[in-house]
């Protein structure tokens, strides 16, 4: 194919065609996809915009947790846990396929450090000034409170705590200095992106032709009660009404109200990092657990085993999200020294880490506090724009992103004069639905699409999207062959996935759609197998392809510090 002049997109197209909509979302992350959803299910008219690729900000760069916050308890937020709490019991069961319990082990160093300090931070100095280490004293209790409120439900068990002598026994590489561990349940998220583009995926199947989504579609103007969104790959521009406007972009919040004319100042995000780490040895001392702790410094940080690496995390720096963010050499520098006052006899080096990734948290405006003390709640703020009525997120995190979009969407239906008529507490997402539970039925649901498949591809596949495998067992051949230098994906599942999730660029594909970049190994010659593979259903030749290839090194480089020409290996900057 030689014409490269770029044709709209149908997602597109379908606004441009009808620039008319009940409710407009500009932001693409889960609040704003959630959000999408649940409106969606509701039989309203609406259509969500997203400036890049869907979950490719704030929402790309979470710990992969889905947790009820047991260290907000220290920040007196007991309402935001409670509903946390709730929110990862019913993700636990609607979303299966991506969500599981987790073990996690605090491993503790004193008695009654932090007993007092903690109190007078939250009620004298809110946030501002030393942290102490916290204690055993001070974590029994913020656990046994933990407990009563993830007593509803019972999808966890109840902590536990460990003398030096048990816990080293569990854990035998841990430093020999600690006193005590205190062992309690969350959730881990394996896929975030994929569970958010399976929440995406469920309102557009809900709302049919009044559900419309389209990325890399950025809001950059309002005139005569109109929002002007710009095709990134066009350039052309047009404008869409509606009657309701609902800004949740996140640490943009207020560069999207700018653009729409309203100045705000709302937002004050604070940056997280992480490293991934491909490191057996670290891997088998974390005995399949979480290990969640506080540092020298006061900050609590993790280190977390996942899909066979170790993510270790993270940071809370103020940050400007005008500016690109990335994991800086110095937050490299404090991965490797927490890592060692874990586990001292384990040796942590910059050859082993395959993978960095950074965002900024979506917090809302905090001055002096402490990064670490900023609430994690959210509010709504609503305002009118030229008559239009404007409510714009503050703050909000993975883990309850359900019920704050069933919030949202209340208030937006009340804009509205609509009631709702679908509740979504007990909805299954995406893949989760009719996901089998227990070996028995894992089993029986392989054997029954085993038949012309390769079992242990179906057993793939499952895991990897829940019971949307049936999807991309229906649209790839029977005996697909993976691709040689991409163990585990074949040509047809990467096609599959581009032409179905609006992949536009190659980096949509390599660090949302799937997980090949985030397990690292990646060289120009692998980068260059997934783009052939996606090229014919996305009409790129090979200029394009090319085009895509230094648009994908230059990201790695540049975002997540991996070097491909250089075998994936960690860079400077």
């Not at 102490?132 to 913020?142: H, N, V």
């Not at 969104?229 to 560069?255: H, M, Q, Y």
């Not at 290990?291 to 020298?296: D, G, L, T, W």
Request: with cysteine; proline share 4%; aromatic share 6%.
């Amino acid at each position: 194919m030689n014409d490269r002049t770029p044709t709209t997109r149908s997602a597109v197209r379908s606004l441009r065609d009808r620039p008319h909509a009940e409710v407009l979302i500009i932001g693409g992350g889960i609040n704003g996809i959630a959000t999408f959803r649940e409106l969606a299910l509701q039989g309203v008219d609406v259509a969500l915009v997203e400036r890049g690729d869907f979950v490719s900000g704030a929402s790309s760069a979470s710990s992969h947790m889905v947790h009820g916050g047991v260290r907000y308890l220290e920040n007196g937020e007991f309402r935001l846990v409670q509903e946390a709490v709730a929110e990862r019991n019913r993700l636990l069961r609607t979303a299966p396929h991506y969500v599981r319990p987790l073990e996690t082990t605090i491993p503790i160093f004193s008695t009654f450090s932090g007993i007092l300090s903690a109190p007078f931070r939250l009620l004298v100095t809110h946030g501002r000034g030393k942290a102490r280490e916290r204690g055993a004293a001070l974590i029994k209790i913020g656990l046994t409170l933990y407990d009563t409120f993830s007593r509803d439900g019972g999808q966890v068990p109840r902590h536990k705590f460990r003398g030096r002598r048990r816990s080293l026994s569990e854990l035998p590489r841990l430093n020999s200095d600690v006193k005590y561990t205190a062992t309690y349940y969350d959730a881990s998220m394996h896929d975030p992106e994929r569970l958010a583009l399976d929440v995406l995926h469920d309102g557009i199947v809900a709302g049919g032709d009044r559900a419309r989504a389209a990325n890399y579609l950025p809001a950059v103007g309002f005139e005569n009660g109109a929002v002007q969104l710009r095709d990134e790959t066009t350039g052309d521009v047009f404008d869409v009404t509606a009657k309701v406007i609902l800004n949740t972009s996140g640490p943009w919040t207020d560069l999207t109200n700018e653009a729409l004319g309203r100045g705000t100042r709302f937002m004050g995000g604070t940056k997280g990092s992480h490293i991934v780490l491909d490191h057996p040895e670290l891997l088998a001392a974390t005995g399949g657990r979480e290990i969640f702790f506080e540092h020298s410094d006061g900050r609590i940080v993790l280190i977390y085993p996942l899909k066979d690496r170790v993510l270790v995390g993270t940071t809370d720096i103020d940050a400007d999200p005008s500016a690109p963010t990335s994991c800086t050499s110095e937050e490299v520098d404090y991965f490797i020294d927490l890592v060692g006052h874990v586990f001292p006899d384990i040796s942590v080096d910059r050859s082993q880490i395959v993978y960095t990734f950074s965002g900024i948290r979506p917090l809302p405006r905090h001055d002096d506090t402490a990064p670490g003390f900023v609430s994690r709640d959210y509010r709504i703020e609503p305002s009118e724009h030229a008559g239009v009525p404007l409510l714009s997120l503050v703050g909000g995190k993975w883990t309850t992103f359900r019920a704050l979009a069933a919030h949202l969407a209340n208030d937006t239906l009340e804009l509205l004069g609509k009631t709702r008529s679908v509740g979504t507490e007990t909805l299954a997402i995406g893949g989760g639905k009719d996901f089998p539970k227990g070996r028995a039925a894992r089993t029986r649901w392989v054997a029954e699409r085993a038949d012309g498949n390769d079992r242990g591809r179906v057993e793939v596949l499952l895991d990897r999207y829940g019971t949307r495998a049936d999807e991309v067992l229906a649209a790839t051949p029977e005996h697909d062959e993976t691709i040689a230098l991409l163990p585990g994906y074949t040509a047809a599942e990467l096609a599959h996935l581009a032409a179905s999730e609006q992949v536009v660029h190659l980096d949509d594909l390599l660090l949302r759609r799937t997980s090949i970049a985030f397990l690292g190994g990646l060289t120009l010659e692998r980068v260059r197998a997934a783009a052939e593979a996606i090229a014919p259903v996305l009409n790129w030749d090979g200029a394009r392809v090319d085009d895509e290839i230094r648009r994908m090194a230059q990201l790695l480089r540049t975002a997540h510090r991996i070097d491909v020409e250089r075998g994936g290996a960690v860079v400077d900057i």
